[in-house]
């Protein structure tokens, strides 16, 4: 058993070993690291404020000025293509009594706080300040909203608060190469189902990252096609996890064609993937769902799912159907998981509730343990 130390001081020490035990061997987290709030200011100041959080596709915003808001962990964000063409992500606070700028999401060259009127143009910079004249040593061109730290991939626009993290594609390159040839840079998204679920964050990632539970939650869907044994997972090397589920189905049922160049295994089979903490992209040779996670505290997640396809598949005849389709075995699907994390949910907030053997087919969530205990362990 590897040596322990209180280094989770909300966690039992003993609990956090179990977790830590090679995968054949290894536990899940302790129910404590689920349904704690203590556990939960944790995980935003150690993992969410310093790691790379998707928050929007090029494709949603696809013209200079247009912009959609978010709130992270109690900061309002605001994602903008700016019209010089770049993107970026700042804080939706005005420069002068904090009134959020934007709401919801749109198209503007000029954003102009509700509260006094404060303008300011795509990239930050406050425009005009009405009636400041008299203000002394104020000048607008000295305030700028704070450019938050961000970074493209493949179409995702990440954002991270910590100015001084790691680049994110260095950390996630084996994970690029693994699915280099679905172009999915050229994916966008054509339906978002949103859900409000009361369930910590850590349920669904794990949820989204095996395959084992088709045997049992998705026997009629997924497991026919996608059995739980035929599931693998690779080492990885780095802060992400490939579930790959080879599919015994000749293609996917949806008549959606697959990106080309793809081999055949890639063509027909299902991948959830996740770049911790909380990246989740479910792949096919046709398409796939981004899973955007937005906690709201230790029981509280608010979930988008963005439904994606290749942009040349929306161009074909059809489409509209087959697109509707496709959003619905999706929401079928989760709804299939809803079931079974609204009960865990339950399981874990019980008193009773010990740490759990992990399947070996479960080594995505072990992988994600490892990489949460060592955040959750680094010195704040
Ligand atoms: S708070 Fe925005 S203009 Fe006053
Ligand atoms: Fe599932």
Redesign the pocket.
Known sequence: MPQSSNRIPCLNEDDVARAELPLEQAYTLPADAYTSDEIYRQEVEQIFRRSWLPVARTDQLPEPGCYLTMELFGQPIMVVHGSDGEFRVMPNV?L????PILEGSGKRHLFT?P????SYDTQGQLMAAPLMEEATGFSEKDCRLTQIRSEIWEGFIFANFDPDAEPLAPQIEGFTQYFEKFKLADLVVVDTLEYDSRWNWKVLVENFMEAYHHIAVHSETFEPVYHARDSRIPDNTGPWSILHMPSVAEAPDSGLPAVDGLEDWQARDLFANAVFPFFLLGIQGNGGAWYQLLPGGPDRLLLKIHVLVPRSTTALEGFDEMARELSEAIAYIHQEDIGVNDKVWAGLNAPLTEQGRLSPFEKSIWQMNQWWLQQMSAKP
């Open positions: 005005c002068h009594r904090a009134s706080c509260y006094h009127a404060w």
